[in-house]
Structure formats: C-alpha cells, structure tokens
C-alpha cells in the first residue's frame, strides 16, 4: 500500500491510554497483504521495566482460534465430521449433554458453560479432572437449543478431541502443527518451570485494572462482580495449565502470523475452502445468556464475526476477543490483520472504548480503501449494560 499509512495516531492512542489507567502496557501489530505496518509495544511489564514488542502476553480468549483450526485441520484431513457428537470421542460425557456435538462446542451452543457452577480453569487440578468435572457437569440446556459463551470448558474438550483422535497432547499438536508453520516461535501453550525460567521477565504479568464480569440475573437485570484475576492468572501453576481457550501467552505480532496464515500471506494452515466456512456466520439471531446478557452475537466456527467486534470493522472480519485485554482479527476485504494485547484488564466501559477507539484507529489508518467494508460503529455491550436489561 502506497504510501504508507501513519501509524502515530495509534500509538499515542495506546499511550493516551496507558497514562490514563486503562493498563500498564499494551502491543499492537497492524499488518496489510502480510506487509507489517505496526508492531510495537508501549508502556511497562510490571514496575519499571519497559514493555517490549517480542514479550509473552497472556492473550485469553484470543487464543481460541487456534485450537478452532487445530480442529478443523483434523476434519479436512477426514478423521472427524463436525456433527459427530462428543461422547464418541470422550465417552461418559453425558449428564444431559450427550446430544452435544462438535459443532454446538464451536458455536458455544453445547450447553456447558459453567461460567457461575465451577468453571476449572481457576482450579489448580490435573487436566482428568478437570475433564471428569466437565463431563459429569448437567446440561444447563439441551445441546443445540440456546446459546451460552463458553469460557473455557467446551475448548478444554475440543483439545482433549484433538489428542484422542491425533495421540498428541493438544499443546504439542498446535506447535507442531500451527505454531511452528506460522513462524509463532514464541508463543506457548503451557509454561513449564523450565520455559518460565529461560523467559524470565519476558512472561508478562497481569494487572486488574476495575475488570468486572457482567452476569444477567432471573430478573433480567445486569449486573458486575470484580474478578482479580491477577491473585490467580500470574501463578506458576496458572501459567502451567494447557488451557487450550484461554491460556495461550505470546507476543502480539505471533498473533498476527497465525492471521495471516489464514489469509494466505504466510504459510497456509488450512485450506482457502475451510477458512471460508470457518469465518461464514454459523450462529445468529440466538441470544447469549452468559456473558453477553442476551445479546444476539454472531459467531463463526469457533471465531467471532462481523458486528460481534464493535468498532467498525468490516462485514466479513474474522477473530477473537480476549477477556477485557486483547483481540485479534483479520479482513479478508482489505488483507487487514491487527492485533491487541494489553497486561491490563479494566472495567468492562473502559474495556470497549478501548477496543471501540483502537479499532476504528486501525481501519481509519488504512484510509478510503476500508469505508466501502466498514460497519457502523457501535458498543453493544456497554449499551446493554447502561440500560440495565438486556430488551431496552
């Protein structure tokens, strides 16, 4: 693209944002038809110490894709249908939820996700038992039925899935076969004592910066409740844990080689016909009754799409966004993939009008190519939120 777009709006958006306590530091990788535009750091780690673009991140929920294509490299290859059902794989995985197939998991229908009945991932206990606590966990709905984001607990099953089918524990499929393809060399899923050792101050910890859960009682009113990750997720033992939803650490600019992989700008990890079906809209008109409080997201295969981002994006934008600290896309249209990852994680109003100014900051920097794909800006969960009921 020529010229080059300015990319000083954007940084000092970040800095504006860092001085004024919405983190302590944050990257940010911006790339165009896999030429690299942004990829930065600003703001500090944890005391004095500067940020820097190539320091691990934990990216949360950002992380989901990979694990998505992990999946989906399996059913390319033949050695799983999307509608085959769970227990098949992983059998007594039941309680009400034997009807639930790996399609409903992708599409956070399958009825499982134990955000407020003793989701694992903050338990310090074995992968077998959080799986067995999963399993025995009733449904919450008929699989297939409703709609509820699953934090982590359906991807906990999906990567147990992989290592069924493949015989490779989930974390050493995705470096096998989507880290190491997509040139990601420093992102893990899992951090032994020995990798935390030889990283040393490049594992970034995290910071609650006012970070809510939003949770939508019987009476249909929102309501917040803190939660100080940073008493749990800085934990060795945390950090320890292969959560294949919501535990992948590495830098921004790994993120953005696995979009662009899936754009065609780097070693392909899919074929071009099942990143299409990946990032068609698989799930909409369904209200989420987890943490979107009724809000009718639309999703992709194990991707979020489109209006689900806020911000402006463009209609066919494709990825994920991390618990109030990161998100990842990429636009088909434009070749566009950005990528944020802060170590802060503020109130849930911050957190969107951080994404909201960020977004919008990206796609304007690729100028008048990106307006005829754009969509309307918006802030659907803070709007949700202020009104008090998920109907007004």
């Known amino acids: 693209m020529s010229p080059r777009p300015d990319s000083s709006v954007l940084i000092e958006c970040l800095e504006r944002q860092s001085r004024q306590g919405f983190h302590p530091g944050a990257q940010l990788y911006v790339s165009v038809e896999g030429e690299t535009l942004i990829d930065t750091a600003v703001g500090r780690s944890d005391g004095e110490r500067a940020l820097r673009p190539d320091d691990v991140m934990l990216w949360y929920s950002s992380g989901k894709p990979v694990t998505t294509v992990a999946v989906l490299q399996l059913w390319e290859r033949g050695r799983l249908s999307l509608d085959d059902r769970v227990e098949r794989y992983l059998p007594g ?28 991932y903050d338990m310090d206990i074995s992968d077998e038992e959080a799986l067995a606590l999963i399993a025995a966990h009733p449904a919450e709905w008929e699989p297939g039925t409703r709609a509820g984001y699953h934090p982590t607990t359906s991807w906990k099953v999906l990567g147990a ?12 499929y995705v470096a096998e076969e989507i880290f190491a393809v997509s040139g990601m060399a420093d992102t893990h899923l899992g951090i032994d004592p020995a990798t935390r050792a030889s990283l040393g101050e490049r594992l970034v910890p995290v910071h609650w910066m006012g970070h809510a859960m939003p949770t ?83 999703w992709g295969l ?82 949700a939120a202020a009104s008090g009921r998920t109907g007004q």
């Open 302 to 383: 194990g991707v979020q799409v489109g209006a689900a981002f806020g911000g402006g994006v463009g209609r066919r934008a494709f990825g994920h966004i991390g618990m109030a600290s990161s998100c990842g896309l990429a636009d088909p249209d434009l070749g566009l993939v950005a990528v944020f990852v802060a170590n802060g994680l503020p109130d849930p109003a911050r957190v969107e009008e951080r994404r909201v100014a960020l977004t919008d900051g990206v796609y304007s920097m690729v100028g008048a190519d990106a307006s005829p794909f754009r969509l309307p800006p918006h802030r659907p969960l803070v709007n």
């Open 93 to 120: 995985f039941g309680a009400g939820k034997e009807a639930a197939t790996i399609r409903h998991l992708l599409i956070h229908t399958g009825g499982f996700p134990m955000v407020a009945a003793g989701d694992p």
């Open 216 to 298: 939508l009682g019987d009476d249909g009113e929102i309501s917040l409740a803190e939660y100080h990750i940073e008493r749990i997720h800085n934990e060795p033992w945390h950090a320890r844990k292969v959560e294949p939803g919501a535990g992948m650490r590495g830098p921004a600019h790994d993120l953005g080689r696995f979009y662009e992989s899936l754009l065609g700008f780097n070693r392909p990890l899919l074929d071009r016909r099942t990143v299409e079906a990946m990032t068609a809209t698989h799930r909409t008109g369904m209200p989420d009754w987890t943490v979107f409080c009724g809000l009718k997201v639309p």
């Open 161 to 172: 899935i992989v290592e069924r089918i493949d015989g490779r524990p989930i974390e050493r």
